[in-house]
């Protein structure tokens, strides 16, 4: 188990077991924060089906993944989404920093000006998958392929995740052109 007890010190809540697919054994935790815990707050924190979410902020994950830790926040699935993303460090002191930052530290960390646009990515995102699939089956679409990663499968995978670059490069020139 890991030993997160500066991450509760915070105020963070703290859920050890196997949370994480990517997890070397047990060594994952879910980490929410409770609105009494103050820090940063997401206006509206949005579902793939469009409803708002009652907490303040995302969940998150530490694990441990080979001879690292990460820390990460995925709300979008089968994801990427606005706002979501893993980071890996050598050391767990270093992930609960990363934790603790995002939560308590820099805002526009929980609020990159990619979440800004997240309406246009939803309408990307119905688009192109379903809402509701069979379990261990692709949410793609009209695709009946079992799934491999993240409810896809392997080639819709790989043409999600280009779709999902292809926002983020329209996002950067709306950014940079006003």
């Known amino acids: 188990m890991l030993d997160l007890r500066r991450l509760e ?19 994952s935790a879910l980490i929410s924060k409770p609105d009494s815990a103050g820090g940063n707050f997401r206006p509206s924190k949005l579902h793939s089906d469009g409803r708002k979410s ?16 990460a820390f990460e926040v995925h709300c979008v699935v089968p994801g990427p989404g606005p706002g979501d993303f ?13 934790a603790i930052d995002y939560y308590f530290g820099d805002p526009i960390r929980m609020n990159p000006p990619v979440y800004v646009h997240a309406d246009r990515w939803k309408q ?24 491999s990663e993240r409810r896809l499968c392997a ?24």
């Open 124 to 147: 990307i995102y119905r688009s192109i998958c379903n809402t509701h699939v069979k379990p261990g089956r692709c949410s793609w679409k009209n695709c009946n392929e079992m799934a």
């Open 155 to 178: 080639e819709h995978a790989a043409m999600f995740r280009q779709r999902y670059k292809d926002f983020l490069a329209e996002i950067g020139a709306l950014e940079n052109n006003g």
């Open 54 to 69: 009652p907490k303040s902020c995302p969940s998150s994950n530490v694990y441990a993944v080979e001879e690292k830790f």
């Open 86 to 98: 893993v980071v890996e460090f050598p050391s767990l002191d270093d992930a609960m920093d990363s």
């Open 9 to 27: 010190m915070a105020g963070l809540h703290v859920v050890h077991g196997k949370w994480h697919f990517r997890a070397n054994n047990n060594l």
